[in-house]
């Protein structure tokens, strides 16, 4: 090779790896690459094949004999094993006369080249990624000599960096698309399900203007409410009317993860601080920054993760697990609990500095019971949204079935009603829907139920009261885990749904399995 092609081949190599792979540039990367060898590979087909699956595809061919056959051909990787020893092994093949004969050819019925024509494979390969092959054939009878074997490996490593890039590209659009479909979904179920000043609650009503108020602000806001409520909901509504509407929205379910992971899950950690952290990892704090993080079931967060969330408070600072380093964020935080987070104060197992913290403006969601007239806008608006889901339906609510649906005291709440109309359009294909008997189910945590008591029977005679049994003082954790095994007794092991265990002890399923998981309960 004299100067002048080692200067060309130099400003070519430059500005094929200037093309960084982008989808619309790989079939130009692939002709210039193809061309720009022309000058130091003779060759009368160079051809650049893609592995599909089993099969190898033409994806671009340069040279005299590019014909549209070469240009549409296909071959199944099996029948060509000098093709595949150069893809297992990463090293370019210079093929010889036996590998023909063995069925090494490439474009055996294809073309018709004489005995002991020029033939190279190289192989596209990007560490452990196979990307196809590159071929050079001449008709003339001679071998590639060994400089010109490694300039072609080197020129196939450049293709098949620029292919790979064009494949994570193609994946990251196809990914960026879906997200932008799934987030547009979102917003339509959230500004259906959250039009809160449509309700014909007021105390609905007074909760939607406070919500906007705070939305405008970066305030904490702590949502409270029953199991079901739509805690979430609003936490996506307060988002949406916030001038952080454009960041990221994501929430952490507290109560989900296992206590020696939240950490991670919520800051972060470096390379090596635990076994199996063999990166760093950014923490859901680090993904939200510029938006919005919602800490659903906020009560069940270990005591540790309290103080560093404390810390975020204070000055938007944290350190991932394993760090040394301080990371500076600007999230909004807002936190969602249904149980009594001054009672699990009392019992040391949330600290007060962070309550009054995240306290600053509560919202309480009201239960569905305390909102029955909104009960046909929901359950319209939620059979509306699965006759556009699922195709089947629609479906009419009749007066009767209203009437049933008030009378229940929905422990469940929406997520309660949600389920029972489903359940109710599988017996009913379309028309007037019948909402089928309900279970019964105790009242949530926290609420009284009040009975009529019926008239009790005098006694025949007066009988000495049993004398007290004495108290015998037990640790709390004992007293739940032997609760939670009574009531999966009570449902056969049954967590989901109307009468499962989860509703009859007003928790959300997941934090049942938590719990389950924690005091080392397995389900029947």
Avoid at 314 to 329: A, H, L, N, T, Y
Avoid at 458 to 486: D, G, N, T, Y
Wanted: contains cysteine; aromatic residues 4%.
């Amino acid at each position: 090779m004299n100067a002048e092609n080692l200067v060309d081949l130099t400003a070519d190599l430059e500005e094929i790896a200037k093309m960084d792979g982008r989808v619309g540039d790989v079939d130009e990367l692939l002709d210039r690459a193809l061309d720009s060898l022309s000058s130091v590979v003779a060759y009368d087909l160079a051809a650049v094949l893609e592995l599909e699956g089993d099969q190898l595809r033409v994806r671009a061919a340069r040279g005299r004999l590019a014909d549209p056959r070469v240009r549409a051909h296909r071959l199944d990787l099996g029948n060509v094993p000098a093709i595949g020893r150069a893809l297992s092994s990463g090293k370019s093949q210079v093929l010889a006369d036996h590998d023909h004969e063995a069925g090494g050819d490439p474009y055996h019925g294809v073309l018709d080249l004489p005995h002991g024509h020029s033939c190279m494979v190289v192989p596209l390969k990007v560490g452990e990624a196979v990307l196809g092959a590159m071929t050079f054939d001449r008709e003339r009878c001679a071998t590639y000599d060994e400089g010109v074997v490694q300039l072609a490996s080197a020129y196939g490593h450049i293709i098949a960096l620029g292919m790979l890039a064009a494949r994570q590209a193609q994946l990251l659009e196809a990914a960026r698309r879906q997200l932008q479909q799934r987030n547009r979904l979102l917003e339509n179920e959230v500004a259906r399900t959250s039009d809160y000043e449509r309700s014909r609650s007021q105390a609905v009503r007074h909760m939607a203007t406070m919500a906007r108020q705070v939305a405008a602000t970066d305030s904490p806001v702590l949502i409270i409410g029953e199991t079901g409520v739509g805690k979430e909901v609003l936490s996506r509504q307060i988002h949406r009317w916030s001038a952080r509407c454009e960041g990221p929205f994501l929430t952490v379910h507290c109560a989900a993860l296992p206590d020696n992971l939240i950490e991670s899950e919520l800051f972060g950690h470096t390379r090596g601080a635990f076994s199996g952290a063999m990166q760093d990892r950014p923490g859901r704090f680090a993904v939200a920054n510029g938006g919005t993080l919602l800490l659903d079931e906020i009560g069940d967060l270990p005591l540790p993760a309290q103080a560093k969330l404390l810390r975020v408070l204070e000055d938007g600072s944290f350190e991932p697990v394993g760090g040394d380093r301080s990371v500076k964020v600007d999230v909004r935080i807002l936190s969602a609990s249904h149980v009594d987070l001054e009672g699990a104060i009392a019992q040391g197992r949330f600290r007060e500095d962070l309550f009054y913290r995240l306290n600053l403006f509560p919202l309480r969601v009201p239960p569905l019971r305390e909102r029955l007239d909104d009960i046909p806008l929901i359950a319209e608006e939620l059979l509306a949204d699965l006759h556009r889901r699922t195709g089947r339906g629609p479906w009419r609510l009749p007066a009767r079935t209203v009437d049933r649906l008030r009378e229940h005291p929905w422990p469940g709440n929406v997520r309660e009603l949600i389920n029972a109309l489903e359940r109710a359009t599988i017996s009913t294909p379309e028309g007037d829907l019948a909402v089928p008997p309900f279970h019964a189910a105790p009242l949530p945590r926290g609420t009284t139920e009040i009975a009529v008591p019926a008239p009790a029977p005098a006694p025949a005679s007066p009988e000495p009261e049993p004398a007290p049994e004495p108290f015998a003082p037990q640790p709390l954790v004992e007293i739940e885990k032997r609760h939670i095994r009574r009531v999966l007794d009570l449902t056969g092991g049954r967590i989901y749904g109307a009468g499962g265990a989860a509703e009859m002890l007003g928790l959300k399923p997941s934090t049942l399995q938590s719990r389950m998981a924690k005091h080392g309960i397995k389900r029947a």
